[in-house]
């Protein structure tokens, strides 16, 4: 009924940038949190920065200063602007959507992000 589809993912040298954006679509009326998690190889998944409806937004300490979470209510769509990338946020990135009414998050399948040295 409601699918996340994220896109922007890719292959760049450390200190580049990529911008990631996730969209929601189906039986949407409204979402409350989205927010963007990373899962590298053999680690457990983490958070990255989640945004309310409202705009609230909340960092890893190890992203804090480099990545900046925004979304586009209208759309249904949230994104993740990623500067100064390291080598260490090579992960697979995955977005979030919570919606009202639900016991679960709903999940996007995720978009490889790899930063070489």
């Known amino acids: 009924q409601v699918q996340l589809v994220e896109s922007g993912g890719g292959l760049v040298q450390a200190g580049g940038s990529l911008r990631l954006s996730c969209a929601a679509s189906?039986?949407?009326?409204?979402?409350?949190?989205m927010g963007w998690y990373r899962q590298a190889p053999r680690k457990q998944r983490e958070l990255v920065a989640t945004?309310?409806?409202?705009?609230?937004?909340n960092y890893a300490d190890s992203v804090k200063g480099r990545f900046t979470i925004s979304r586009d209510n209208a759309k249904n769509t949230v994104y993740l602007q990623m500067n100064s990338l390291k080598p260490e946020d090579t992960a697979v990135y995955y977005c979030?959507?919570?919606?009202?009414?639900?016991?679960?998050?709903?999940w996007g399948q995720g978009t490889q992000v790899t930063v070489s040295s």
């Open positions: 945004i309310t409806s409202t705009g609230r937004t």
């Open positions: 189906g039986s949407i009326f409204s979402i409350n949190a």
């Open positions: 979030a959507a919570d919606l009202p009414g639900s016991t679960q998050w709903y």
